[in-house]
């Protein structure tokens, strides 16, 4: 799957091998593998009695940040294979929005560095451009 002309994502099998894929089959890869990590009890108990896991469990912690790097690619991939898309819809707005609130959580919680968007040594990865020019308006805080 790819998120612009030099940057593409590979899935990480369970074997620890990476495999390219197609962008349809790598978000369906995506949804699977979070509605699963959902469904864990372990990780996020709905049943009672049953305690949550303290929030500063290294794995716990880890899986909120894997779950939240993997929508943001999928997020990267539909900026820029899709957008033409959003706007014949006329949904670029709330897609937008739905983006930059999704950003602010992942600041707030510390699920996202700046490194992962703007990527190495101010080269842009994904959707770094978009997140610079809505720090330099001040939407989002660097």
């Known amino acids: 799957m790819t998120a612009g002309p030099n940057l593409s994502y590979e899935w990480t099998d369970r074997n620890r091998h990476t495999i390219a894929l197609p962008a349809p089959t ?3 890869y ?3 593998w979070v509605q699963n990590c959902l469904d864990d009890e372990t990780t996020f108990p709905t049943r009672g009695g049953n305690e949550f896991p303290p929030a500063a469990s290294s794995s716990f912690a880890a899986c ?3 779950i939240f790097m993997q929508l943001f690619r999928v997020f990267a991939h539909i900026y820029h294979a899709h957008f033409t898309d959003l706007l014949h819809l006329h949904s670029e707005g709330h897609f ?6 999704f ?3 992942g600041q ?5 560095e700046v490194k992962d968007i ?3 040594r101010g080269k842009e990865a994904g959707v770094g451009a978009l997140w ?3 720090r330099q308006m001040g939407i989002l805080d660097a």
């Open 26 to 28: 790598y978000v369906d």
């Open 30 to 32: 995506v949804m699977t």
């Open 64 to 66: 909120c940040k894997a």
């Open 96 to 101: 937008n929005s739905l983006f930059a609130h």
């Open 103 to 105: 950003l602010v959580f």
């Open 108 to 112: 707030q919680y510390r699920l996202l």
């Open 118 to 120: 703007v990527g190495e």
């Open 132 to 134: 610079e020019r809505w």
